[in-house]
């Protein structure tokens, strides 16, 4: 049955092109998502748990930020922030003025 096996092949090749588009668009709206910002900060004074802790809650407190992963480890705070309702200045001294003073990170 050559038609038959043809025509499933082809039933395939659709699904994986969907796929493919729909997850093309997918990442698309993301990236296109309005004003949408994502900073790396180098924070000074880290030095425990607490710390992080503090740090995290000062960026949170910031009106458009969205996400705020700390790294203890590596003193750094990864921000995601809405651009139109927040800066990288409001970020720095909202760090800053709980004792924790920061920068954008640069490689
Ligand atoms: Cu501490």
């Known amino acids: 049955m050559p038609q038959v096996e043809l025509?499933?092949?082809?039933?395939?090749?659709?699904?994986i092109t969907s796929a493919a588009l729909t997850l093309s668009l997918f990442t698309t709206s993301i990236a296109a998502s309005a004003g949408e910002r994502t900073i790396t900060l180098a924070v000074d004074n880290m030095v425990c748990?607490?710390?992080a802790f503090n740090v995290k809650?000062?960026?949170e407190g910031v009106a458009g930020v969205a996400i705020v992963?700390?790294?203890l480890k590596e003193r750094t705070a990864v921000v995601v922030y809405d651009d139109t309702?927040?800066?990288?200045?409001?970020l720095i001294s909202a760090t800053t003025s709980k004792g924790f003073p920061s920068?954008?990170?640069?490689?």
């Open 7 to 15: 025509e499933g092949k082809r039933a395939v090749q659709k699904l």
């Open 49 to 51: 748990a607490v710390c």
């Open 57 to 59: 809650k000062s960026l």
């Open 69 to 71: 992963r700390v790294s």
């Open 85 to 90: 309702k927040a800066d990288v200045n409001a």
């Open 103 to 107: 920068a954008p990170k640069t490689e």
